[in-house]
């Protein structure tokens, strides 16, 4: 057995340093004789923590000053709600592009909260799998007051890697799964937000990255804590914040740091998402049906040609060490989800399990 990998899409594995430091922090944080969450949010030194953790993310991604950094709860899904009602009227129409099932969810929400949620475009299946319509194609409204799309989708395995050009409205994004991969141009965007459990740190947290001039735009009854201005203005602390989270996800952005940053992080990542794919292009007893110009490189999801052997693949990579391959349940089949804390050994332990799978079983 390897040291066990955990390939789980979400809540998904940290990066082992950060939790042995949190571990050995968990009883004295700073030498104070308690924890870090057994102490008030007002204290400077957890003050100093949070502005430390805003910073270091403002670095790593080289967020511009005219952008807010919300800490924020509710995971992913509650920026499904919280970006309609805060940047568009309830009579507004807005842009999204439907690339899976994270859209789909996405635009459900947004249809409670204005009254034109307009679907520009979407996934397609081609002869080489599935990819999505060109953004020529889109059917862009005139006066849109955002777009929103998913880079990443987490659960089909589909990427977009180009930011939308042809798009005036501004750009709203849910990173959720692919946030902190790669650089990031923060400033082609209206908003970006992601959910902490993928790339982050500890679920039911979030983070929302804003420009200013879209803040002050809410709708009258937004409740307070989802409110992007009202927490720009208390700094992500107008009720007691998710002080865990937050100081858990500080210790990944330290660690991201020490890595080398992002662009660090998308040279390692884009090997381990070569190996995966390369190994399932190159045989017949693993297919991924996604066009290889769309294909997620956090998430790959794949089948195997006989999926009766699903649960046997599954059962021996886990004595393997190899942990969390089960495709989502809406989907089937595998998936291995390869965010920044996967090392490239697992992901060379993953492809070593496969190969010898494969042999074994044809
Ligand atoms: C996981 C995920 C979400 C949902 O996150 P929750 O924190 O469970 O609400 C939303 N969007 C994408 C792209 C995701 O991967």
Known sequence: MTAPYNFSAGPAMLPRAVLERAQKELRSWRGSGTSV????????AFMQ??????????????IPENYQVLFMHGGGRGQFSAVPQNIA??????DYL???IWSDFAIREAQKYVAQVNVVGGAIDTKRGRALASPESWQLSADAAYFHYCPNETMDGVALHDIPEAVTAPVVADMSSNILSEP???E???????????????SGFAIAIVRDDLLGRAQSNTSTIMDYTAQAKERSMYNTPNTWAWYLSGLVFEWLKEQGGLAAMGQVNQRKADLLYNLIDSSDFYRNQVHPDFRSKMNVPFVLADAQRDGDFLKAAEQQGLLGLKGHRFVGGMRASIYNAMPLEGVVALVDFMREFEQKHS
């Open 98 to 100: 439907n690339s899976g």
């Open 184 to 186: 990031l141009a923060v």
């Open 89 to 94: 009227g309830p009579h507004a129409t807005v």
């Open 37 to 44: 969450m057994e102490i008030s949010h007002r204290d400077p």
């Open 188 to 202: 082609r965007f209206g908003v970006i937000y992601a959910g902490a459990q993928k790339n982050i740190g500890p």
């Open 49 to 62: 923590m949070a502005a430390k953790a805003e910073q270091d993310l403002r670095d790593l991604m080289a």
